[in-house]
């Protein structure tokens, strides 16, 4: 599940890029000094030796960023513009790990990460996307059924995201255990579904969507999603 401990960045230096971790955790500082937040920290990118066959940080698109924290020192994001987690206690030096991608994939980010390591993200190939989920340390990571884009993970291990039709927008999507569960309703009077974002512990879903009124904006909406939560995670 996406938490707001910390900010989200991405930097560059001499030409090579950087993921960086920002904790807001506060230096320890002398009696009636002021607080100040503690020193970016850098995380290694991953061996180029993981990338995929035919694919070279130059033709990946989504570079390296950390977009998630989980626990335990955990952070997700992507390196070398492959899916890639972090792993190292406080004070430790971070350690690269690459998701494993399946044959023909070459690229992708992780998006979330829930208090178990289950991870969700998006996965890119050769003009087609693909959502995924991902348990950390497992072999192989789980395709999720009619999904594009994976966004966010609750602790009890449902998944939302999207799908997207140039035809018929947006539809967001809930999974359950690697599988397909709702299709979330459309607001009405020809809305789309913009953008899913998140879900919460008790499921309740929050997205933009959006409809073309002339003169008017559309405003935010959430969607509560159906049965009760389930702890169950999706296949290996």
Known sequence: MRRRQGRRWTGATAGAVFALLVPLALVAQ???AA?????????????PAWLPAGAS??????????????TGGLAVGASL?????????????????????????TGGVVNAV?????????????????????????????????GQSAEDVNDAGTVVGSDRSYEGG????V????ALVRRLPLPGDGAT???????????????????VVPGDTSAGRTSRSCGRPTARRPSN
Do not use: C
């Open 30 to 32: 002398p009696a009636q």
């Open 35 to 47: 607080d100040r937040p503690a020193p970016p920290r850098v995380l290694p990118g991953l061996d």
């Open 57 to 70: 940080p130059s033709t990946l698109p989504t570079g390296n960023a950390v977009r998630d924290f989980g």
């Open 81 to 105: 513009g492959v899916p890639a987690y972090w792993t190292g206690s406080a004070g430790a030096r971070p350690v690269a790990h690459a998701v494993p991608l399946p044959r023909g994939w």
């Open 114 to 146: 829930n208090a178990d390591g289950l991870m969700v993200g998006d996965l890119t190939g050769p003009g087609t996307y693909a959502a995924f989920a991902y348990q950390k340390g497992a072999r192989k990571l789980t395709l999720l059924p009619g």
């Open 170 to 173: 947006t539809t967001g999507l």
């Open 175 to 178: 999974w359950r255990a690697g």
């Open 193 to 211: 579904f913009y953008h899913v974002a998140a879900i919460n512990e008790a499921g309740t879903i929050a997205g933009q969507a959006e409809r």
